[in-house]
């Protein structure tokens, strides 16, 4: 009991720091309530991401100077597939709840399928939904956007060509049938979601659903293994970058970094004398690259370090966000802290939640307008987020959701006393058709 209790107290403590930025319970009217999720998906199989079922998903993006065609994921597919583990998830872990704080037995799994969505679940109050029968449509508050490769297309996509060869020894050339494009494994896309005016309970219901989800694009059950590395949690009065600015960023930084390495080379050899010599022979033969050669190199290169992409996305993450006036204080799990950021720390000691109360002895001090949450955090986080930590969360959530149901369907809030609403109806074979008794 006490370990258990134990495990949850990161979570615990990461609510209560997330709460200046999230709403207690789901609200009708907009606010400006931002929570930022920067994530690199990271291909681990080859993937199809087409829309016409044969070439690749592109776009021509211009980063520096350089005017480059990369791959392109469409928030619309990363949206879809995040939805459908969504569902699954709800069904797996509360559908008997569900049901209960319906009040009968309508509540049927919830479905893709646009106009047939329930409208009740958290899954469809988070992510939206359009007109139903009762024409009602809920607002989705899941910000996806389009995001882009750091390298080109030529450098990630495989082309294949079929020609059925036959059996013959000799034959002649077939003309070869066009096999879809393949994103090749170890393709990277820098992404940021933004969930806006949302409790603690839907950004951790996010966060879990993206933890899980590994299958993104076409004919999704056969190709595209995906890993999501959760880089960050950034949450403030302000939406954040755009995915496609965090991977221009990347791009640059790598192509600066490998400028670097070329100055100190030639400097090193500058100023030891043993290497004057090829310092100088460097410098005669070699044209001195510049930042637009290195950025073609990054671009053309055949691989990327994951590790090395990971902590460019972060700073350029941050680093945008600054200049855009968004300053995020790092918060973090104490057992991960660890020195070594310009941006004020603070140190959360877990143990500070006593048992039995919610007294946390939070810091108050804070230098920017936002917090944020690193990897090893968030992966704290996670870690304790497990099946029956998600119901709980899923079983707050559906209770939270009363009054924003009631204000969407007036029909529910007249016929059902609010105090049934929410909570557990007293039976569970309740079969009067409430609903629909009411003028
Ligand atoms: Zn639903």
Same mark, same amino acid.
């Given at each position: 009991?006490?370990?258990?209790? +134990?495990?949850?107290?990161?979570?615990?403590?990461?609510?209560?720091?997330?709460? =200046?930025?999230?709403?207690?319970?789901?609200?009708?009217?907009?606010?400006? +309530?931002? $929570?930022?999720?920067?994530?690199?998906?990271?291909?681990?199989?080859?993937?199809?991401?087409?829309?016409?079922?044969?070439?690749?998903?592109?776009?021509?993006?211009?980063?520096?100077?350089?005017?480059?065609?990369?791959?392109?994921?469409?928030?619309?597919?990363?949206?879809?597939?995040?939805?459908?583990?969504?569902?699954? &998830?709800?069904?797996?872990?509360?559908?008997?709840?569900?049901?209960?704080?319906?009040?009968?037995?309508?509540?049927?799994?919830?479905?893709?399928?646009?106009?047939?969505?329930?409208?009740?679940?958290?899954?469809?109050?988070?992510?939206?939904?359009?007109?139903?029968?009762?024409?009602?449509?809920?607002?989705?508050?899941?910000?996806?956007?389009?995001?882009?490769?750091?390298?080109?297309?030529?450098?990630?996509?495989?082309?294949?060509?079929?020609?059925?060869?036959?059996?013959?020894?000799?034959?002649?050339?077939?003309?070869?049938?066009?096999?879809?494009?393949?994103?090749?494994?170890?393709? &990277?896309?820098?992404?940021?979601?933004?969930?806006?005016?949302?409790?603690?309970?839907?950004?951790?219901?996010?966060?879990?659903?993206?933890?899980?989800?590994?299958?993104?694009?076409?004919?999704?059950?056969?190709?595209?293994?995906?890993?999501?590395?959760?880089?960050?949690?950034?949450?403030?009065? /302000?939406?954040?970058?755009?995915?496609?600015?965090?991977?221009?960023?990347?791009?640059?930084?790598?192509?600066?970094?490998?400028?670097?390495?070329?100055?100190?080379?030639?400097?090193?050899?500058?100023?030891?004398?043993?290497? $004057?010599?090829?310092?100088?022979?460097?410098?005669?033969? =070699?044209?001195?690259?510049?930042?637009?050669?290195?950025?073609?190199?990054?671009?053309?290169?055949?691989?990327?370090?994951?590790?090395?992409?990971?902590?460019?996305?972060?700073?350029?993450?941050?680093?945008?966000?600054?200049?855009?006036?968004?300053?995020?204080?790092?918060?973090?799990?104490?057992?991960?802290?660890?020195?070594?950021?310009?941006?004020?720390?603070?140190?959360?000691?877990?143990?500070?939640?006593?048992?039995?109360?919610?007294?946390?002895?939070?810091? $108050?001090?804070?230098?920017?307008?936002?917090?944020?949450?690193?990897?090893?955090?968030?992966?704290?986080?996670?870690?304790?987020? +497990? =099946? =029956?930590?998600?119901?709980?969360?899923?079983?707050?959530?559906?209770?939270?959701?009363?009054? &924003?149901?009631?204000?969407?369907?007036?029909?529910?809030?007249?016929? /059902?006393?609010?105090?049934?609403?929410?909570?557990?109806?007293?039976?569970?074979?309740?079969?009067?058709?409430?609903?629909?008794?009411?003028?």
């Amino acid at each position: 009991m006490t370990n258990n209790e +134990n495990k949850t107290n990161n979570i615990e403590t990461f609510k209560e720091l997330l709460k =200046d930025f999230t709403l207690p319970k789901p609200e009708n009217k907009p606010k400006e +309530n931002y $929570v930022n999720i920067l994530i690199l998906r990271e291909l681990k199989s080859a993937a199809r991401f087409t829309t016409d079922g044969v070439e690749a998903n592109s776009a021509i993006i211009r980063i520096g100077s350089i005017e480059e065609t990369v791959g392109k994921m469409f928030g619309r597919k990363q949206v879809a597939s995040d939805r459908r583990k969504a569902k699954a &998830l709800q069904r797996t872990l509360f559908t008997d709840e569900m049901k209960k704080a319906i009040g009968d037995d309508e509540w049927d799994g919830c479905t893709m399928i646009v106009t047939k969505m329930c409208q009740k679940c958290p899954e469809c109050v988070l992510f939206g939904s359009a007109a139903s029968d009762e024409g009602i449509s809920i607002t989705s508050r899941v910000m996806y956007d389009e995001a882009y490769t750091i390298r080109a297309l030529s450098a990630i996509v495989q082309e294949y060509f079929q020609n059925a060869p036959g059996d013959d020894y000799s034959k002649k050339p077939t003309s070869g049938i066009r096999e879809p494009d393949f994103f090749k494994e170890g393709t &990277l896309f820098p992404c940021v979601i933004t969930l806006r005016d949302v409790t603690t309970e839907e950004v951790l219901f996010f966060l879990n659903i993206t933890d899980r989800n590994s299958r993104y694009g076409a004919t999704s059950t056969r190709f595209g293994k995906v890993q999501n590395h959760i880089l960050g949690v950034y949450a403030g009065h /302000r939406e954040g970058p755009s995915s496609l600015e965090v991977t221009r960023k990347i791009a640059l930084k790598l192509a600066e970094k490998m400028l670097d390495s070329d100055k100190i080379k030639i400097g090193a050899g500058l100023t030891n004398p043993s290497t $004057v010599d090829l310092a100088e022979k460097i410098l005669d033969s =070699d044209k001195i690259e510049t930042l637009e050669d290195k950025l073609k190199k990054v671009m053309y290169s055949d691989t990327l370090q994951v590790e090395e992409v990971k902590k460019l996305a972060t700073e350029s993450y941050e680093e945008i966000s600054k200049n855009q006036r968004i300053n995020y204080v790092a918060k973090e799990i104490v057992s991960t802290f660890n020195a070594g950021e310009n941006i004020e720390k603070t140190k959360i000691a877990t143990t500070s939640i006593s048992e039995g109360t919610n007294n946390l002895t939070l810091p $108050v001090k804070s230098i920017g307008n936002g917090v944020k949450f690193n990897e090893t955090t968030l992966s704290t986080i996670l870690t304790e987020l +497990n =099946d =029956d930590v998600m119901k709980a969360l899923l079983v707050e959530q559906i209770n939270k959701l009363g009054n &924003l149901l009631n204000l969407k369907n007036s029909q529910e809030e007249k016929a /059902r006393p609010s105090k049934a609403r929410g909570k557990k109806a007293k039976t569970e074979t309740t079969s009067t058709p409430v609903q629909q008794n009411v003028p």
